[in-house]
């Protein structure tokens, strides 16, 4: 299964991909009911999981770059997928004849869902 368990100063979270919604239930003890595509989500759905750096000129921190800052949290949120070694698409499709990407496919979750956990 492809899974993605992160905290942030707003809770514990899990990413699965949307295929494997079936056998979650089974696997996630505590997990909220509620989930939330990650192609969906809002900017205030974002905010619940991704703090705000508090100083009015800095906005959401970069998790791939510590000097860089985001003004929008949904940036801020798919920086943390990324710096974790996950992607929400496989940035080497183009080239997967020529590179043989596997790898980089194992780690991409193509309709990624987020669980907050109790």
């Not at 992160?6 to 003890?29: A, C, H, M, W």
């Not at 770059?65 to 985001?70: K, Q």
């Not at 801020?76 to 790898?103: M, Q, R």
Request: overall charge negative.
């Amino acid at each position: 299964m492809k899974k993605l368990e992160f905290t942030t100063g707003k809770g514990r979270f899990v990413v699965v991909d949307e295929s494997e919604l079936p056998k979650i239930d089974q696997l996630l003890i505590g997990k909220d009911d509620k989930f939330i595509k990650l192609s969906e989500i809002t900017e205030e759905q974002a905010r619940e999981i991704i703090e705000h750096a508090g100083s009015p000129w800095y906005g959401h921190k970069d998790f791939t770059n510590p000097h860089n800052w985001f003004s929008n949290p949904l940036d801020s949120l798919h920086s943390l997928i990324k710096s974790k070694g996950w992607f929400t698409s496989n940035p080497f499709e183009k080239f997967a004849d020529e590179c043989g990407c596997e790898e980089a496919e194992s780690r991409t979750l193509h309709n990624p869902v987020i669980f907050k956990i109790k």
